[in-house]
Each structure stands twice: as C-alpha cells, then as structure tokens.
C-alpha cells in the first residue's frame, strides 16, 4: 500500500507545486503590468516591440515626442474621423465596429478589423505586431488597463506619438517633419487627413502626392474633420 501511496503524494504534490507557481506568475504579471502602465501614464516610452523589429530589419528608428497640447487638434480629429468615430464615448471596445467588421470578414472580401484607437495603441506600445489569440487576449488585457489609468488624452496622446507613420518613422510630428517638413504643430486637414490615411498600412502608403485610394481615402478624412469637431466627437481631448 506504501507504494502505491508514494507517487500518489508525489503527484499531488507536483500538482500542487505547479498551481502555486502559476498562481504566482499571475500575479507577478499583474503586479508588473499595472506598474509599467502607471510609469507610461507620465513617461513617454523609449522603444516598442515594433520599433525594435522594423530597426533589426534595417529600418532604423525616427521619432520625436510631442505633447498632445501642442499637436495640432485637427491630428486628433482625423485620427477619430478614419479609425474610431466612438473613441471619447466607449470604453475602450467598440462592440458595434467589431460586429459591423465580423460581418464584413465572412463576406469573404477585404479583412477589415474593429479595433478602436485604444486598443491599438495597446497594441502598438506593449505588445506585437500581428494576429494571435494569445496577443488578441494581451491587447484586450492593457487595453483595459490604459483606458483605466491614462484617460483619453493620454491614449490620444501615445497613440499619435507611437502609431508608425511610415518605414522607420513613428509618430505624427516625425511623420509631419517627413512628409511636410514642419512639425505638427501646425498642420492644415489635409496634411492631417493624409497621415491619418497612412496610419493602417504606413509601408505601402504615402503621405506626399498620394494616388488612388490613399487620395481619395485622404479626402474623405478631411471632410470629416469638420464633423468631429462640429459633433463633439473629439470632446474628450479639449
């Protein structure tokens, strides 16, 4: 009986020993995330994943942080106007937008996705660049940490600051000095409006003379800047 007693005990206690560590490792890993997103609420980040993996492409990194106050609001707005209609009245999910993309998906056509500016802006300063549940689970996870302990102008703010503008180029007032070589400070809707248009695929589209879709697409942000500021949409950020 003593033998067979053993590696029952045996197994109990590695089983044991296993849900302790995990228990633990949860733990640590909320502990460590709240904290890092707390330090992000008031210091700028110095690199992303992504910066760190287009730069080993040979890509380099070209950033320069500007606060949200000096951007020009019309950046802000046409970020609202392409990407997240919503951002200053959800918390975080647009559960309309993702349903609407669902149903665009099985259409078969085009992949269109539902993420809203908060959660690509988790995306885009923790996380990694592409598809996974395990990284869609993460997203979803600081999502919910940022919009709890940033506030809106501040995931305006990193987005505009963070999002990739271009091959090696990271932020609007880099992208601005890029493509029209001043600062985002000053900006007119369109110049606005094409940045915003580059946002979704900054290595195949341009900001400067764009063609085709990415011109048309720029216009029809540009329109919209209008909108946002005439409907409040952007009445988080003032």
């Known amino acids: 009986m003593d033998d067979i007693a053993e590696p029952t005990r045996h197994r109990r206690f590695t089983f044991g020993r296993l849900v302790r560590w995990c228990v633990k490792a949860v733990i640590w890993f909320?502990?460590?995330?709240?904290?890092?997103?707390?330090?992000?609420?008031?210091?700028?980040?110095?690199?992303?994943?992504?910066?760190?993996t287009n730069a080993l492409d040979g890509r380099g990194i070209t950033k320069d942080w500007m606060p949200l106050s000096k951007i020009d609001p019309d950046m802000a707005r046409a970020a609202i106007g392409a990407e997240d209609s919503r951002f200053c009245s959800h918390h975080g999910f647009d559960f309309t937008a993702i349903q609407k993309a669902m149903a665009h998906n099985e259409d078969g056509k085009r992949i269109r996705g539902g993420s809203t500016i908060s959660q690509q802006t988790?995306?885009?300063?923790?996380l990694w660049q592409g598809r996974s549940y395990v990284r869609k689970g993460l997203e979803a996870?600081?999502?919910?940490?940022?919009?709890?302990i940033w506030g809106k102008r501040r995931i305006m703010e990193m987005y505009l600051n963070v999002a990739e503008t271009g091959i090696g180029t990271y932020g609007v007032n880099a992208g601005s000095q890029r493509y029209f070589h001043h600062d985002a400070s000053h900006m007119s809707p369109i110049e606005a409006a094409r940045i915003a248009a580059v946002l979704p695929l900054p290595k195949k589209r341009g900001a400067v003379a764009p063609k085709g879709f990415v011109a048309r697409y720029g216009n029809s942000i540009a329109r919209r800047i209008g909108a946002v500021r005439a409907g409040g949409y952007d009445s988080c950020l003032r």
């Open 122 to 126: 988790a995306k885009n300063v923790f």
């Open 30 to 52: 909320v502990v460590i995330s709240v904290v890092w997103v707390g330090i992000y609420r008031v210091v700028p980040p110095p690199v992303t994943v992504t910066m760190l």
């Open 141 to 148: 996870y600081f999502t919910v940490l940022i919009e709890l």
